[in-house]
């Protein structure tokens, strides 16, 4: 057994090893055509959803404090009081295509989703666990049902794979309530666990957009195990784009590493960062309530206003928002969710352009809102609609052409000169809610173009 297991890991370090190679020859510009889908979706589904959504934040009938999908670290659960949620796992409402639909007419471009999170609970039928979907009464395999939705519908589909786990018997270290000895345990072992289910997961249900790594804070993942993970899965789909939290480099939850780190953009986690990354790509993952996995007295729920205009406000900045969802035990995706999500749809029915494949604000943050670039175009996104009917739109990189709103059918809008600034005479009432837009076309080119991929901060 032994003797397998180091042919395996061999294996496996000289498969990566190879990667390397290839990895650190990325030219620019290959690495601009592997990044380019992602900078274009803007705006993401995040799904949180395992064995958690069953308690949903309460065990023995009581409230546990923390997250939803922490419950097991939380309420300081063994292995044995929390596997035979196996036993009742059963979302015989669960619809791939529903969920599908749902993010599809919200907007977004891409999902991605908890193939295994800290629980070690597989929504796949995992090859080498037992510890899996297929082991509940439910026996479908979850993400094989999505990934063809996905592909029907042209979302990319993309897994969330924890790199800790509490439950398998190498995984190191232990909680302090585990009974289970640990000098039996062999890390470097549960190391070629993991990657045989990426492996799996990259042949049976790719191309995948994204492999979005979490749980490397421990002590026993190390720079060099993160280095290897990350050219080990780009051994497996060149193209795929893998977070920095392979890494040991994410500087708390503002997301961002060092160029020295593994990992293709930063992962700020609730919280939009101030001025945005300059210079690197970064996506900001957020809950609609306050936690991850469903809890069911969490009805803290942020507005769809406020979503719209978050939304808004990372695009401005360079980039994406991934929002998350936390499904029922059922297999639901809550109500409030749900209607929020149709807000936002809706909204980028109409608005979606001053998104999708945009760039940075070449104009800062005006007090009146955010703004994004494409090309020759300018979005000035409004979040407060001027009373007197004029918006003054400072330091343009370049001469207006025309000036329209999108929400009013293209309406266009008178622009006048003064000084360095443009004046825009706007109706007296704002033609969307909460974020209305007006598009301005240059006569010239915009710095963002001139610079080929647009990725420069704004001013």
Same mark, same amino acid.
């Given at each position: 057994?032994?003797?397998?297991?180091?042919?395996?890991?061999?294996?496996?370090?000289?498969?990566?090893?190879?990667?390397? &190679?290839?990895?650190?020859?990325?030219?620019?510009?290959?690495?601009?055509?592997?990044?380019?889908?992602?900078?274009?979706?803007?705006?993401?589904?995040?799904?949180?959803?395992?064995?958690?959504?069953?308690?949903?934040?309460?065990?023995?009938?009581?409230?546990?404090?923390?997250?939803?999908?922490?419950?097991?670290?939380?309420?300081?659960?063994? /292995?044995?009081?929390?596997?035979?949620?196996?036993?009742?796992?059963?979302?015989?409402?669960?619809?791939? +295509?529903?969920?599908?639909?749902?993010?599809?007419?919200?907007?977004?471009?891409?999902?991605?989703?908890?193939?295994?999170?800290?629980?070690?609970?597989?929504?796949?039928?995992?090859?080498?666990?037992?510890?899996?979907?297929?082991?509940?009464?439910?026996?479908?395999?979850?993400?094989?049902?999505?990934?063809?939705?996905?592909?029907?519908?042209?979302?990319?589909?993309?897994?969330?794979?924890?790199?800790?786990?509490?439950?398998?018997?190498?995984?190191?270290?232990?909680?302090?309530?585990?009974?289970?000895?640990?000098?039996?345990?062999?890390?470097?072992?549960?190391?070629?666990?993991?990657?045989?289910?990426?492996? &799996?997961?990259?042949?049976?249900?790719?191309?995948?957009?994204?492999?979005?790594?979490?749980?490397?804070?421990?002590?026993?993942?190390?720079?060099?195990?993160?280095?290897?993970?990350?050219?080990?899965?780009?051994?497996? &789909?060149?193209?795929?784009?893998?977070?920095?939290? /392979?890494?040991?480099? +994410?500087?708390?939850?503002?997301?961002?590493?060092?160029?020295?780190?593994?990992?293709?953009?930063?992962?700020?986690? &609730?919280?939009?960062?101030?001025?945005?990354?300059?210079?690197?790509?970064?996506?900001?993952?957020?809950?609609?309530?306050?936690?991850?996995?469903?809890?069911?007295?969490?009805?803290?729920?942020?507005?769809?206003?406020?979503?719209?205009?978050?939304?808004?406000?990372?695009?401005?900045?360079?980039?994406?928002?991934?929002?998350?969802?936390?499904?029922?035990?059922?297999?639901?995706?809550?109500?409030?969710?749900?209607?929020?999500?149709?807000?936002?749809?809706?909204?980028?029915?109409?608005?979606?352009?001053?998104?999708?494949?945009?760039?940075?604000?070449?104009?800062?943050?005006?007090?009146?809102?955010?703004?994004?670039?494409?090309?020759?175009?300018?979005?000035?996104? /409004?979040?407060?609609?001027?009373?007197?009917?004029?918006?003054?739109?400072?330091?343009?990189?370049?001469?207006?052409?025309?000036?329209?709103?999108?929400?009013?059918?293209?309406?266009?809008?008178?622009?006048?000169?003064?000084?360095?600034?443009?004046?825009?005479?706007?109706?007296?009432?704002?033609?969307?809610?909460?974020?209305?837009?007006?598009?301005?076309?240059?006569?010239?080119?915009?710095?963002?173009?001139?610079?080929?991929?647009?990725?420069?901060?704004?001013?």
């Amino acid at each position: 057994m032994r003797l397998r297991l180091a042919l395996l890991l061999c294996l496996l370090t000289a498969a990566a090893c190879a990667a390397a &190679q290839t990895t650190l020859t990325e030219t620019p510009e290959q690495r601009d055509k592997r990044m380019r889908w992602f900078r274009e979706a803007r705006f993401g589904m995040f799904i949180h959803w395992g064995l958690y959504a069953i308690p949903a934040g309460e065990w023995n009938g009581k409230p546990v404090p923390g997250l939803g999908e922490w419950i097991m670290n939380s309420a300081r659960l063994t /292995v044995e009081d929390y596997e035979p949620l196996v036993h009742r796992f059963n979302p015989v409402q669960f619809s791939a +295509r529903e969920w599908v639909r749902i993010a599809k007419s919200a907007g977004m471009k891409y999902i991605v989703i908890t193939s295994k999170h800290h629980d070690g609970f597989c929504l796949f039928d995992a090859k080498n666990s037992d510890y899996d979907v297929m082991a509940t009464p439910f026996r479908r395999d979850i993400l094989k049902e999505l990934a063809a939705e996905c592909r029907k519908a042209g979302i990319r589909l993309c897994f969330y794979h924890s790199i800790m786990d509490w439950h398998h018997p190498d995984y190191l270290p232990r909680r302090p309530w585990d009974r289970r000895p640990a000098d039996t345990a062999s890390f470097p072992r549960y190391v070629a666990y993991m990657k045989e289910q990426l492996r &799996q997961l990259v042949q049976d249900y790719g191309p995948l957009g994204i492999l979005w790594f979490d749980g490397e804070w421990e002590n026993t993942w190390t720079h060099e195990l993160g280095k290897d993970l990350y050219a080990y899965v780009r051994s497996l &789909q060149p193209d795929v784009i893998v977070n920095n939290r /392979v890494d040991k480099g +994410r500087r708390g939850m503002q997301g961002m590493s060092a160029p020295e780190f593994a990992g293709d953009y930063g992962t700020p986690e &609730q919280e939009v960062p101030p001025e945005g990354l300059p210079g690197v790509d970064w996506e900001s993952c957020i809950t609609m309530n306050d936690t991850w996995g469903v809890k069911k007295n969490d009805n803290n729920w942020k507005s769809s206003a406020h979503l719209i205009r978050m939304l808004s406000d990372i695009a401005s900045k360079g980039g994406n928002l991934l929002l998350n969802v936390g499904p029922t035990a059922e297999g639901l995706i809550p109500a409030p969710s749900v209607e929020r999500l149709a807000d936002m749809g809706r909204w980028m029915k109409v608005n979606g352009e001053s998104i999708y494949g945009t760039t940075a604000s070449r104009i800062g943050k005006p007090a009146w809102g955010r703004s994004t670039t494409k090309g020759n175009r300018i979005y000035l996104l /409004v979040f407060d609609w001027p009373s007197d009917g004029v918006l003054r739109v400072e330091a343009l990189p370049g001469t207006p052409r025309k000036a329209s709103l999108l929400a009013a059918k293209r309406t266009g809008i008178p622009l006048r000169q003064d000084g360095s600034a443009w004046l825009l005479t706007v109706p007296a009432q704002p033609p969307d809610s909460p974020v209305s837009v007006i598009a301005i076309e240059l006569t010239r080119p915009s710095m963002s173009m001139r610079t080929g991929t647009g990725e420069k901060p704004h001013d």
